[in-house]
């Protein structure tokens, strides 16, 4: 069926590697460029540190009682993913999966975190042409980290609510921000199905 051809497919990519081999799945020799975004928040505080110190407060972060969320805007660099993974104990197979855009949408609970895949949709309008991107999610009792494949998403919204403190985001933990992610990425699909269907009405009136 059709596990059978994805599980085939992977083992083909993968030909020769051990289980938890993180590869990179980058096309046509583009050059890898990582961005780590990094809100931590509680109601009463909101720290969103530059660039240079995002994996020092991924350390730092990691056991406090606030709500962190790491956005990493690429799957292709390696090491930086290997790096996250070792800091919040992601299993190597749940971190190969994240460098594996091929995935189907799932949900896996392991010892502390839960990893849940989704593909996001964007829409161009000039070709109406959908286009779908992996975004993994793990997150924790009080952390969450999202995996994107490129710069650019659906979270602007939610990236509102946390620094104007609007709605009951900032008051509330990890597993609500997890859910409004999810939700944002759910609501996107139904924005594309009207876009999508415009696009028909416009080729059936021009046929």
Not at 13 to 26: A, C, E, F, R, Y
Not at 188 to 193: G, K, N, S
């Amino acid at each position: 069926g059709d596990n059978m051809v994805l599980h085939e497919n992977r083992l083909s990519k993968n030909l020769g590697t051990p289980p938890g081999t993180l590869v990179s799945t980058i096309k046509n020799g583009a050059v890898a460029s990582t961005e780590i975004d990094i809100f931590d928040y509680d109601e009463n505080t909101l720290n969103t540190p530059p660039q240079t110190d995002a994996l020092s407060e991924c350390i730092k972060s990691k056991n406090t009682k606030t709500v962190t969320w790491i956005n990493v805007n690429s799957v292709h660099d390696i090491d930086l993913i290997r790096k996250i993974g070792e800091i919040y104990d992601i299993h190597p197979l749940v971190l190969e999966d994240i460098t594996d855009t091929t995935q189907r949408p799932k949900m896996e609970e392991y010892d502390g975190y839960i990893y849940v895949v989704m593909k996001m949709l964007t829409f161009d309008a000039n070709s109406c042409e959908v286009i779908s991107e992996q975004v993994s999610m793990v997150f924790g009792s009080s952390w969450v980290i999202t995996f994107q494949e490129n710069k650019g998403d659906v979270f602007d919204g939610i990236r509102h609510r946390i620094k104007n403190h609007t709605g009951r985001i900032r008051r509330m933990g990890a597993d609500y921000l997890a859910y409004s992610l999810i939700d944002a990425i759910v609501d996107q699909y139904f924005t594309i199905l009207e876009n999508v269907g415009a696009c028909i009405e416009e080729l059936e009136e021009s046929s």
